[in-house]
């Protein structure tokens, strides 16, 4: 069965991604987004990498990982938000095409 809610209302950027200057709210999946939820805070400057490998992914200095869900039409506009948040972090995009 087909959602009644459209993908791209699920995975706008701007739902995915708060910026709060320093801090940055995300929310991880289309649940938090959907409901509008709390989600995880953390700070701009605690992220190393963004990667784009099938989910993006944004990797915290301490070596943790927060795993982006994404309808794979939206995935590059959410991962070029990301990049623009977090300006310091090293960029990553692994082909899961091939």
Not at 69 to 85: D, G, L, Q, W, Y
């Amino acid at each position: 069965m087909e959602s009644m809610i459209p993908v791209n209302f699920l995975d706008k950027a701007e739902r995915t991604f708060n910026d709060l200057g320093s801090n940055v709210q995300v929310r991880s999946n289309s649940y938090s987004r959907f409901y509008n939820t709390e989600g995880r805070l953390v700070k701009k400057s605690d992220i190393a990498k963004v990667q784009n490998a099938g989910c993006i992914t944004l990797f915290t200095l301490s070596d943790n990982a927060i795993n982006i869900t994404v309808h794979p039409a939206n995935r590059s506009i959410v991962f070029e938000r990301a990049k623009s948040i977090f300006k310091e972090a090293q960029v990553v995009e692994i082909d899961m095409q091939s």
